[in-house]
């Protein structure tokens, strides 16, 4: 079954705990803190791999959670590293975050790896806050928790040359004719409903790969027909061959083809720049020779008239697509920089608040902000000097100060996360 688009989750794991430990050797008095850090926890990569071919591994296995680090351990024992988790993907799958569709990466590179979940730091022992003013803390960080993405995976086929066109026009023939492919052919609509890759081998030593795409209709850029789907395939293709029929399908030919240029333009991608080469096919039936002596005189381009059937000016089609393939570059799929997705440039107006606060009811508020929650959420507060330095980081931010501009009253409730404590002015 071929799947080309689907929505996996994916989480990494928490980072391990740091712990609280002192020294307690028979001939080292005072020895000291001595609790190791957490080990960070399992990241999630995909990977591109030439030996899978679609997505369809993914229509069950659809979440993957990374492991948790080690905690930390006595005598400044770190604890273990969580092993990331490989997920391989076919060769030309690009990805996106699910909720806001934010371009993540394009994984067209045999082996090109991509990080979508980092793994959780490891949270400091108590070893890590000693100071000339403590010399004992009771203190650790718990690790930090892991991230949680939804993620679109869509396959976009890396060819070198697609055929568009009406269903019908010979598309699955002629790749059948000049490759190894063997993809479905009959005398009916829509016989393609996937996509099929041939590798074709030209007389002259070249070789490329062609792409046979399900038939395109009118309205096939808003996902009429077969079209919406797998127009994403034809994103990749240096080459477009853009296939008329000449039979008596009753169809004009002229107008066929600027439908189907309608529809490249009207998806974008910048499919309608592409160098095209446009063939008269089934040109061995009844009246195509003079359908395409009408045709010519309606579109100025060359037109290279073949026959499946017979193979005429097969050759002239392939010499043309390996001609222009070496002249022709690869298409980016976005405009964006890949070097550049690698770091973000924040603004004042970019910048995510450290806090924010939520009124819950009359006397109820609660704290929230991914940032606070983070550090709330790595602050180890089972011991006073934890609720100290929480307290501390709330004072610090002025976050009292927020909530009596926004009206809390003595004795209200305010929540963070699952931390309760009362207000007080």
Request: net charge negative; hydrophobic share 35%.
């Amino acid at each position: 079954m071929f799947i080309d688009r689907t929505i996996i989750e994916v989480r990494s794991g928490k980072g391990g705990d740091g712990v609280i430990a002192f020294i307690r050797e028979k001939h080292v008095p005072r020895g000291g803190p001595a609790g190791g850090n957490g080990g960070r926890g399992a990241s999630i990569y995909l990977r591109a791999s030439k030996t899978v071919n679609t997505l369809f591994n993914f229509r069950r296995s659809k979440v993957f959670i990374g492991d948790k680090g080690g905690n930390g351990g006595n005598k400044n024992q770190y604890g273990r590293c969580a092993e990331d988790i490989i997920v391989d993907v076919p060769l030309g799958t690009v990805v996106f975050l699910e909720k806001d569709k934010t371009f993540l990466g394009d994984l067209s590179v045999d082996g090109k790896t991509l990080l979508v979940a980092k793994g959780g730091r490891g949270g400091r022992g108590n070893a890590c806050f000693k100071s000339s003013t403590n010399r004992a803390p009771k203190i650790a960080e718990n690790g930090e928790p892991g991230e949680k993405h939804r993620l679109i995976l869509e396959l976009k086929l890396l060819a070198d040359v697609g055929l568009v066109g009406f269903p019908n026009v010979g598309k699955s023939t002629l790749l059948s004719v000049v490759s190894a492919a063997t993809p479905e052919i009959a005398d009916y609509p829509f016989t393609t409903i996937v996509p099929n890759l041939g590798v074709v081998s030209v007389k002259d030593g070249s070789s490329f790969v062609m792409a046979d795409l399900p038939g395109l209709i009118k309205g096939a850029h808003t996902g009429r027909g077969l079209g919406l789907r797998f127009l994403r395939h034809v994103e990749r293709c240096r080459i477009i061959v853009h296939m008329i029929d000449m039979s008596e399908t009753g169809r004009d030919p002229y107008e066929d083809y600027l439908t189907i240029n309608k529809e490249l333009a009207e998806y974008g991608f910048a499919l309608i720049k592409r160098p095209q080469i446009i063939v008269a096919s089934k040109i061995d039936e009844e009246g195509a020779l003079e359908k395409l002596k009408v045709l010519k005189k309606q579109i100025s381009e060359d037109i290279i008239p073949i026959s499946a059937l017979t193979e005429e000016n097969i050759d002239e089609l392939l010499y043309r697509c390996s001609s222009l393939l070496k002249t022709t570059p690869a298409f980016p799929l976005f405009d964006e920089d890949e070097e550049a997705l690698d770091h973000k440039v924040y603004t004042l107006e970019e910048e995510e608040p450290y806090f924010t606060i939520t009124r819950l009811d009359a006397h109820t508020w609660s704290i929230g902000g991914e940032k606070m929650l983070n550090f709330y959420r790595m602050t180890n507060i089972e011991n006073d000097e934890g609720i100290m330095v929480l307290m501390s980081k709330i004072r610090s931010l002025r976050i009292d100060d927020a909530l009596e501009n926004l009206g809390a009253k003595n004795g209200d409730t305010v929540l963070l996360d699952d931390f309760e404590f009362d207000y007080i002015k």
